[in-house]
């Protein structure tokens, strides 16, 4: 534990991911910095730290069952008095899904934000010193509970509902699909780590191959990563038909990363004829985050009703 005196303890869950990687000599970047050697890095910041080293993964290789891990942990920080936030370090490849898990399973009562890097730690540009100082600070003002979990990344502070990856090789990677303030959540406290759920993408002229593969696998869930503003074509159609008629729901998002979502094209594989076939419309979230959603919905036995609602158009206050 770092800082000292009567400052606030701030709690530093480290995942793994790019702000806890160096290269090797094969050229490979892989994580190897534990949590107190990152906090090591940190400027100077007003609060005492506390590392708790959960795992050390790249995030593009993270299952559900360790998303509720980290999720976990977070409540374990939550339920601790001496704690004033909590900060986790996590890969930016599935930052988005985890902080969204994070914000479906715990009414916050500190605050709780993720944080990484967009370069490793032995790079010439190391951004994640900076990002974990800002982070911190983040987690120190008790204003933010009210904001659900948040991205302290690149200079921004973002909701985690909406939130996505904007760029691959840039200090400022992250943005919200929408401008909302704070999307008003389901609660949804059930363990995923067992729910499968797929995310098919679609393209022009493509069949249903891919959904019908995910009805075989035994999916309990799909999320269709669909065009525009969540269209496809009649095949896609036809094959959500299927998929209610054995009792798996289909979300549709879409491949474009920002704007409200609108079911209002026709055509006979449009938005409004894929929910007409039983499919729900994410209006906000994405497909990486919808399958979080989904997942957490069909973890706690949501009713069809209630998944609907979860994915129409967010409150925000």
């Not at 525009?228 to 798996?248: L, Q």
């Amino acid at each position: 534990m770092s800082g000292e005196g009567n400052a606030p303890l701030v709690a530093v869950i480290a995942t793994g991911g790019t702000i806890a990687s160096r290269r090797g000599a094969d050229g490979a970047s892989t994580p190897s910095l534990s949590g107190e050697d990152l906090l090591a890095l940190v400027p100077q910041v007003s609060a005492r730290l506390k590392p708790v080293d959960l795992m050390a993964k790249d995030s593009s290789s993270l299952t559900l069952a360790d998303m509720q891990r980290i999720s976990d942990a977070v409540g374990v920080e939550l339920n601790d008095a001496a704690v004033a936030g909590v900060v986790v370090l996590h890969g930016t490849d599935a930052m988005e899904e985890s902080s969204l898990l994070v914000n479906l399973q715990h009414a916050l009562t500190k605050p709780v934000v993720f944080t990484g890097a967009q370069f490793t730690a032995d790079h010439k540009d190391a951004d994640g010193p900076a990002n974990l100082a800002q982070a911190i600070e983040t987690a120190l003002d008790p204003q933010n509970v009210a904001k659900g979990v948040l991205l302290s990344f690149g200079g921004r502070c973002l909701s985690a509902w909406g939130l996505y990856k904007l760029s691959a090789d840039a200090a400022d990677a992250f943005r919200s699909a929408r401008s909302l303030v704070q999307a008003s959540a389901p609660s949804l406290v059930a363990p995923v780590a067992d729910i499968r759920v797929d995310i098919v993408a679609i393209h022009p002229g493509c069949d249903a191959t891919h959904i019908d593969a995910s009805l075989q696998a035994g999916a309990k869930g799909i999320v269709l990563a669909a065009l525009g503003s969540g269209n496809a074509n009649p095949d896609i159609a036809e094959a959500v038909k299927r998929c209610a008629e054995r009792g798996v729901p289909v979300v549709v998002s879409s491949r474009v990363p920002e704007g409200r979502l609108v079911a209002s094209y026709g055509g006979g594989g449009g938005g409004h004829d894929l929910v007409a076939a039983g499919a729900v419309h994410s209006s906000t979230l994405r497909p990486g985050q919808a399958r979080i959603l989904l997942a957490a919905l069909l973890a706690d036995n949501s009713p069809a009703e209630t998944i609907v609602s979860a994915f129409g158009e967010p409150l925000s206050h």
